[in-house]
């Protein structure tokens, strides 16, 4: 089993910036791909996330249009971590963001944690 914490998210003013960062604990070994992805206010939970950001295991990244030029992923196998660099933030961005991994075959989701961006 595989436990993901996210942490770093908060409030912010549009134009400003949040660091998130995702901590993975357990059987960690046989790391794939980490990434970020996102549930915007009006999406119920049975909804599809929508995907920000991944990054797999020689470091080829992968960025939504959405976001792409703003944000930056990377990681950190030494620490098994995935950090998610977010400027120019716009309330657009607002949402839940979840980490997602991939540990030998299978896949692993954090709790999820709120972004707010004001207009």
């Known amino acids: 089993q595989v436990q993901l914490v996210e942490s770093g998210g908060g409030y912010v003013q549009a134009g400003g910036s949040l660091n998130l960062t995702c901590a993975a604990s357990g059987q960690v070994s046989g790391v794939n791909v980490m990434g970020w992805y996102r549930r915007v206010p009006g999406q119920s939970s049975d909804q599809l996330r929508e995907l920000v950001a991944r990054i797999f295991v020689r470091g080829t990244t992968f960025y939504s249009p959405l976001v792409e030029g703003r944000f930056t992923i990377t990681r950190d196998d030494a620490r098994s971590m995935t950090v998610l660099l977010m400027g120019n933030l716009r309330p657009e961005d607002t949402g839940v963001y979840f980490c997602?991994?991939?540990?030998?075959?299978?896949?692993?989701w954090g709790q999820g944690i709120p972004v707010i961006v004001s207009s």
């Open positions: 997602n991994g991939q540990f030998s075959g299978k896949t692993y």
